[in-house]
């Protein structure tokens, strides 16, 4: 098979795995017991309001009626309006998806390339000192549920030394929080900086321990390997070796990167819980207490959708980052 019947095939494979998994959020949330209007009745709405909200929101209709108009609505980019809200569902996520995507997507690289580098080096020193106790560290930070670090975090760092705040991604004194000024000044501020360190170094500790274990086997299994044996004795330096080493055995940590990435930003919810970052996990808690289907079925497809797509990268990108790899017995 040619590199470019398979990125199409592929390509085709996505496209309609992401239409069955639109398909299936669509009658998944609808199966569910319980609804928006269900809560409104409980709080005292009358019954000729949400009569007339179902035939806003065209509830009234059949399911394949709804199915259509969802489907049709979501190619154009509306996919519905948050019940909660009252704002487009678009309009209300994309600012706390960017703030989950900025803590979790720097940490977790940050923590794969630790893990990358430290698993190659104890793989490559097997035997060693470091090699039988450097991982322990690893494994013991790796081994306690996230929100329970983050805690041991904030008691140790900011209740002990106050180095740092307990929580928030801005502090109320921070002169770009409540005002005009452009969204992205904020970022840039040194409080900003302070409140990112705890939640950061939280992510980086539980998710490093996994990429260190998998490059360490990896880089003992190349090391067996005839080809390494002719790299040895070719007369490269221990450096070229290394290097090679490593762009050898990284391809399940490349495997696993998106993967890791997809359960840290659906993971998000207890450590912004725990630290109160206005991202999407403590936005998706709100909406699931409101019955806001909508932005919850959003969510849920934007964390599936990533895996999906990132996996299609990965395949796509195999081939070039390992030449072991080939395509239907090319």
Aim: without cysteine.
């Amino acid at each position: 098979m040619s590199r470019i019947r398979y990125i199409a095939l592929r390509s085709l494979q996505t496209v309609i795995l992401l239409f069955l998994l639109i398909t299936f959020l669509f009658f998944f949330f609808r199966l569910l017991p319980g609804s928006y209007l269900d809560v409104m009745s409980v709080q005292g709405a009358s019954h000729a309001s949400i009569v007339a909200l179902k035939h806003k929101w065209g509830l009234d209709q059949p399911l394949y009626v709804q199915y259509y108009r969802y489907m049709t609505n979501f190619v154009t980019g509306n996919v519905g309006v948050s019940r909660e809200f009252h704002v487009s569902v678009l309009k209300y996520v994309q600012m706390r998806i960017f703030n989950s995507l900025l803590l979790a997507a720097p940490a977790i690289t940050v923590a794969y390339i630790i893990g990358g580098v430290l698993g190659g080096y104890m793989g490559s020193r097997r035997g060693s000192k470091i090699e039988r106790h450097g991982i322990v560290p690893l494994i013991f930070a790796g081994s306690f549920p996230a929100f329970f670090m983050g805690i041991v975090l904030i008691i140790f760092f900011a209740g002990q030394l106050n180095w740092v705040p307990t929580g928030g991604m801005v502090g109320f004194q921070n002169p770009y929080a409540n005002s005009s000024a452009a969204w992205w000044q904020q970022y840039l501020t040194w409080d900003f900086a302070l409140h990112y360190i705890l939640p950061f170094g939280t992510i980086v500790l539980r998710y490093a321990y996994l990429p260190t274990l998998i490059m360490r086997t990896n880089v003992v299994e190349v090391l067996g390997q005839d080809f390494f044996f002719y790299h040895r004795i070719t007369g490269l330096t221990s450096t070229q070796r290394f290097r090679r080493l490593v762009h050898h055995a990284i391809l399940p940590i490349v495997t696993l990167y998106p993967i890791s990435l997809t359960r840290a930003i659906g993971g998000l919810v207890v450590i912004e819980m725990v630290f109160n970052w206005p991202g999407i996990g403590f936005s998706l808690v709100q909406a699931v207490f409101a019955r806001d289907y909508p932005v919850v079925q959003f969510v849920f497809f934007l964390i599936a959708a990533f895996v999906i797509v990132a996996n299609f990268g990965i395949d796509i990108l195999y081939g070039y980052i390992d030449p072991r790899v080939t395509i239907g017995g090319e």
